[in-house]
């Protein structure tokens, strides 16, 4: 048997890209980044970058959300964080072609937080914004008001429908859509959660009574508010059940 010899396979690189969702003004938004740099200078791309050699790839991912939003990602297993998000590997995408400046393969990762302050640009990114995610993928491309729109760089319009179609199938079995809800939060408050993720709107008595029945999807925290105006409305944090049963099935539009 010949020795392996690593010249003998072309090299790669490996990169992660983010997928950051949040509920902004009752739209589902994501976090996108103006590139600074080629390729696709000027291009709005998903945030993300290099893995380092000494990095694995969800440690990768959580540095690359920390340096783009300033969030760590949560431990399931570890107290309510501040500044916590929910962060899971969504796929991989390896086309050739990808990456005009070398083979690059991306291990994707989908990043879920509340209502998120303005993000602040890292790395390559000359600016950074949320913008509803209908706006990014629209097929025309994107851009800000005054400007030419433009595809998103690379394979992330891909990779942010993927994104956005993982979260609207999860929030469905899942506990997941408690993700964009801060520790404490109203029935109305995870309503316009789903009916931003799914884009629909939902029928608010059948929504409670849905959610408030199903076994350990949320617990009564014994507090009001009044935040959302009108009389004071019960305070719920989310239970301990991931899977929800019966499931949350989103309307057929």
Same mark, same amino acid.
């Given at each position: ?14 990169? +992660? ?5 949040? +509920? ?34 969800? =440690? ?44 690059? +393969? =991306? ?19 000359? =600016? ?46 899942? =506990? ?78």
């Amino acid at each position: 048997m010949s020795p392996y010899d690593p010249s003998a396979f072309p090299p790669f690189a490996v990169t +992660v890209d983010l997928v950051v969702l949040t +509920v902004r003004r009752h739209a589902l938004c994501a976090l996108a980044v103006r590139r600074g740099e080629p390729p696709f200078l000027g291009h709005w791309a998903l945030p993300g970058g290099f893995v380092r050699d000494d990095e694995d790839l969800s =440690s990768a991912a959580a540095r690359e959300l920390v340096e783009e939003t300033g969030l760590t990602a949560h431990d399931p297993a570890a107290p309510e964080q501040v500044n916590g998000a929910h962060l899971e590997q969504l796929a991989t995408y390896g086309d050739p072609k990808r990456d005009p400046r070398m083979r690059v +393969v =991306s291990v994707a990762h989908l990043a879920l937080a509340p209502d998120l302050p303005a993000p602040r640009p890292g790395g390559d990114a000359h =600016s950074a914004r949320w913008a509803p995610v209908e706006d990014l993928l629209n097929p025309g491309g994107y851009g800000l008001e005054g400007e030419q729109a433009t595809p998103l760089a690379f394979d992330h319009a891909q990779i942010l429908a993927d994104g956005v179609e993982r979260a609207r199938s999860k929030i469905e079995y899942s =506990s997941l859509a408690t993700a964009f809800c801060p520790p404490e939060f109203t029935v109305g408050e995870l309503r316009r959660v789903y009916e931003a993720v799914w884009a629909v709107s939902l029928d608010p008595r059948n929504f409670h009574r849905k959610v408030t029945g199903t076994p350990g999807f949320l617990v009564p925290t014994g507090g009001t508010t009044t935040r959302q105006g009108g009389r004071p409305a019960q305070l719920f944090r989310a239970g301990g059940a991931t899977l929800l049963n019966p499931p949350m099935l989103r309307p057929e539009v």
